[in-house]
């Protein structure tokens, strides 16, 4: 069975998605299309752009969004049998297999990145990836710095030893001394502005929660496997429920690719900037790439 994967924040690139609009006429209406639906010109910050101006929460997520989507429409050998995206990549998967209009989608995507960047406004926070340490260990040591420093939490189970955590500033700076004091061979700061998928991700969610309430989402055209739990999910209303939970709860990813390979899942794709998940992917289930 063939699965396709969406990638979120992160992935992006000066010049990301120029190869596909200078080649297919499709691709180059929708990036067109997206300029006039954002009123302004995303593909020339993507393609010209320097890393600061991409960085940008409100410009990152939106761009990773249409290249995504616009590879997998361009792809003439694009029949999902199941899709999953990682974080902002589920509205890129659930757009792809026709649950959310392009349109619906972008502007989705847009709302998000805006109610992020205000709650990251709201207090001091970051996130860390931390190598090498059994999941259960890194959440015992976030619940006792959660109770006497600050808010911590697992936000990232991305695959075998890499978890990201996700909290305020001191307790992150905390929680990677401690982590590392138990065996982790890195726990490392990331230069994000921003707690996302925890706790302090509350009043984006609370934003967002309004405006994917009153979205037209239908029965996608395949299972889209959702970060909050990692299960196949087709129901439209169960679908909006784990977009709304997804903001404050951990990114089930290595998870998730367990569910697709045990449901049947046997190639993956990634469309998007880079093949990030592609590696995760091959730490999860190695058994495929053999």
């Given at each position: 069975m063939r699965a396709y994967v969406f990638p979120g924040q992160g992935a992006q690139f000066t010049g990301m998605g120029k190869d596909l609009y200078d080649s297919n006429p499709k691709a180059r209406a929708l990036f067109d299309r997206a300029d006039n639906i954002l009123g302004f010109s995303l593909s020339q910050i993507m393609f010209e752009g320097g890393a600061d101006?991409?960085?940008?929460?409100?410009?990152?997520?939106?761009?990773?969004?249409?290249?995504?989507?616009?590879a997998a429409w361009c792809d003439p050998d694009f029949?999902?049998?199941?899709?999953?995206?990682?974080?902002?990549?589920?509205?890129?998967?659930?757009?792809?297999?026709?649950?959310?209009?392009?349109?619906?989608?972008?502007?989705?995507?847009?709302?998000?990145?805006?109610?992020?960047?205000?709650?990251?406004?709201?207090?001091?926070?970051?996130?860390?990836?931390?190598?090498?340490?059994?999941?259960?260990?890194?959440?015992?040591?976030?619940?006792?710095?959660?109770?006497?420093?600050?808010?911590?939490?697992?936000?990232?189970?991305?695959?075998?030893?890499?978890?990201?955590?996700?909290?305020?500033?001191?307790?992150?700076?905390?929680?990677?001394?401690?982590?590392?004091?138990?065996?982790?061979?890195?726990?490392?700061?990331?230069?994000?502005?921003?707690?996302?998928?925890?706790?302090?991700?509350?009043?984006?969610?609370?934003?967002?929660?309004?405006?994917?309430?009153?979205?037209?989402?239908?029965?996608?055209?395949?299972?889209?496997y959702q970060n909050v739990d990692g299960l196949p999910h087709t129901d439209p209303v169960k679908i909006k429920e784990n977009l709304v939970k997804q903001l404050t709860s951990p990114v089930r990813w290595a998870q998730t690719i367990e569910y697709m390979v045990a449901d049947g899942a046997r190639n993956f794709t990634e469309y998007g900037p880079g093949t990030v998940l592609m590696g995760m992917i091959k730490k999860i289930a190695p058994e495929l790439f053999i």
């Amino acid at each position: 069975m063939r699965a396709y994967v969406f990638p979120g924040q992160g992935a992006q690139f000066t010049g990301m998605g120029k190869d596909l609009y200078d080649s297919n006429p499709k691709a180059r209406a929708l990036f067109d299309r997206a300029d006039n639906i954002l009123g302004f010109s995303l593909s020339q910050i993507m393609f010209e752009g320097g890393a600061d101006e991409l960085k940008q929460t409100k410009v990152t997520q939106p761009a990773i969004f249409l290249h995504s989507v616009a590879a997998a429409w361009c792809d003439p050998d694009f029949r999902p049998d199941m899709v999953a995206g990682h974080s902002l990549g589920e509205f890129s998967a659930l757009t792809a297999a026709g649950a959310l209009s392009f349109e619906q989608g972008l502007r989705l995507v847009s709302a998000r990145a805006l109610a992020m960047q205000a709650a990251c406004e709201e207090e001091p926070s970051t996130m860390a990836a931390v190598l090498n340490l059994d999941d259960a260990k890194v959440e015992e040591i976030c619940a006792a710095i959660s109770a006497s420093v600050g808010t911590v939490v697992p936000a990232n189970y991305n695959c075998p030893g890499q978890i990201v955590i996700s909290g305020t500033v001191a307790a992150v700076e905390k929680a990677c001394v401690a982590l590392k004091e138990a065996g982790a061979k890195r726990a490392v700061v990331l230069p994000v502005g921003g707690a996302f998928h925890s706790p302090l991700m509350e009043s984006a969610r609370k934003s967002l929660e309004e405006a994917i309430g009153k979205a037209v989402l239908v029965k996608p055209v395949c299972p889209v496997y959702q970060n909050v739990d990692g299960l196949p999910h087709t129901d439209p209303v169960k679908i909006k429920e784990n977009l709304v939970k997804q903001l404050t709860s951990p990114v089930r990813w290595a998870q998730t690719i367990e569910y697709m390979v045990a449901d049947g899942a046997r190639n993956f794709t990634e469309y998007g900037p880079g093949t990030v998940l592609m590696g995760m992917i091959k730490k999860i289930a190695p058994e495929l790439f053999i």
